[in-house]
């Protein structure tokens, strides 16, 4: 069994308020390594001692390990205080900027489980999460939730709110929307994932669904970050269309400094000179991530191209390079859609697509859903991470 680990940041500011983030980019973590044979006590006395100095101590459970992060720290910690402890083995240094987020503090995978549910994200199955741009009606959610279902996805994705260009676009059904989508769980046995667009829509959207959206406009947006991290359920948090990957991975530092370390990170397309796609689906972003963070990371390739002749084989190549999952979108009548029909699919090219991406999985050692059956009502409490 490998040893526990709690976590020490240090910065260099002032004493920051107990809600705040991690402010230092220069700041240093330290580890401290506890015995392997370290009981529960242990690292509740460890984190206690943390607490004494007034820090604020983030629990993050892994298969073999646990690492408690530690924020708002008045200055520096002597390694010493920690290391007369005798549970303590060693204590050592980390020097990412992202703390919370990073590899060197939890080495394993996060896998997200969800209640009365075996879907996961992060494991060795591929996540598909699939459905409309927005929900526009109960028949629409339905006929489109029953396809997918189907088809092998274990999400719904729909907005209910929709942060338009125009102001004068569909802007979404607002919280009869998200009625419409527990409705859609409740028949179909599907996760919800659903938009917040700020603080008012958030309160809701953590009511009825079990995966909230923080979208790419609002990926530093850090009073809505802040309140997703105090928030009882994951987070996808998707890449802004102009951030680097340290940003990207700042942006989930806000939220799993809150206490939340339920979070999803997901490549969505970037902005770039191409004309001939909405974005620019930077799929190299995946293994790099996957390198420096623990959290997954799944790919959008309907926004990433905004095309819908680009999207199944964008998907066969997110797989291969070995995402953990997928959000499509899937309308029963794109043509017609009240937004994003262009790169929305119909059903049957859903199916397909399907077929492909689990051929493609079985060669990496991985799966994808077959189709699902539609359960009874299933309970939608937040999911808990390994």
Do not use: W
């Not at 402010?23 to 973590?29: A, Q």
Request: charged content about 25%.
């Amino acid at each position: 069994m490998l040893p526990t680990i709690a976590i020490v940041h240090h910065c260099d500011c002032a004493l920051a308020p107990r809600n705040d983030t991690l402010t230092s980019h220069k700041g240093l973590v330290m580890l401290v390594v506890m015995k392997a044979n370290a009981s529960e006590n242990d690292v509740r006395v460890v984190c206690q001692k943390i607490e004494s100095l007034g820090l604020r101590a983030h629990a993050i459970p892994g298969a073999q390990r646990t690492a408690i992060g530690i924020t708002g720290n008045r200055g520096e910690v002597e390694p010493g205080t920690f290391e007369a402890l005798e549970c303590v083995q060693e204590v050592i240094r980390v020097s990412k900027p992202y703390k919370l987020v990073s590899r060197e503090v939890k080495e394993d995978d996060t896998i997200l489980r969800f209640p009365d549910s075996d879907a996961t994200i992060g494991g060795n199955e591929v996540a598909v999460i699939a459905g409309p741009c927005g929900v526009e009606s109960r028949e629409q959610a339905f006929a489109a939730a029953e396809r997918v279902a189907k088809a092998g996805a274990r999400f719904f994705r729909g907005g209910a709110y929709k942060p338009r260009t125009s102001p004068y676009a569909f802007q979404g059904l607002g919280e009869l929307g998200l009625q419409i989508l527990a409705e859609v769980r409740e028949r179909f046995g599907l996760l919800i994932v659903t938009e917040a667009v700020d603080h008012e829509s958030l309160a809701l959207v953590e009511q009825y669904a079990d995966v909230i959206q923080i979208g790419a406009r609002n990926m530093q947006n850090f009073s809505l970050l802040k309140r997703a991290g105090r928030a009882s359920k994951p987070v996808l948090l998707k890449r802004g269309m102009s951030a680097t990957v340290e940003e990207f991975l700042m942006a989930a530092e806000y939220i799993m400094s809150e206490g939340n370390y339920n979070v999803i990170l997901c490549e969505r397309g970037v902005r770039t000179f191409a004309d001939h796609t909405r974005n620019t689906l930077d799929l190299s972003v995946v293994p790099a991530v996957q390198r420096l963070s623990h959290l997954p990371i799944i790919v959008d390739p309907s926004h990433g191209t905004g095309k819908r002749n680009k999207v199944t084989p964008l998907s066969r190549a997110a797989v291969a390079v070995g995402a953990d999952g997928l959000i499509i979108e899937v309308h029963p009548d794109p043509d017609n859609a009240l937004s994003d029909g262009n790169q929305s699919l119909f059903p049957d090219q859903f199916d397909s697509l399907m077929v492909e991406v689990r051929l493609i999985a079985a060669v990496l050692g991985r799966t994808i859903a077959d189709s699902l059956a539609f359960p009874a009502a299933r309970g939608h409490a937040g999911a808990a991470a390994d």
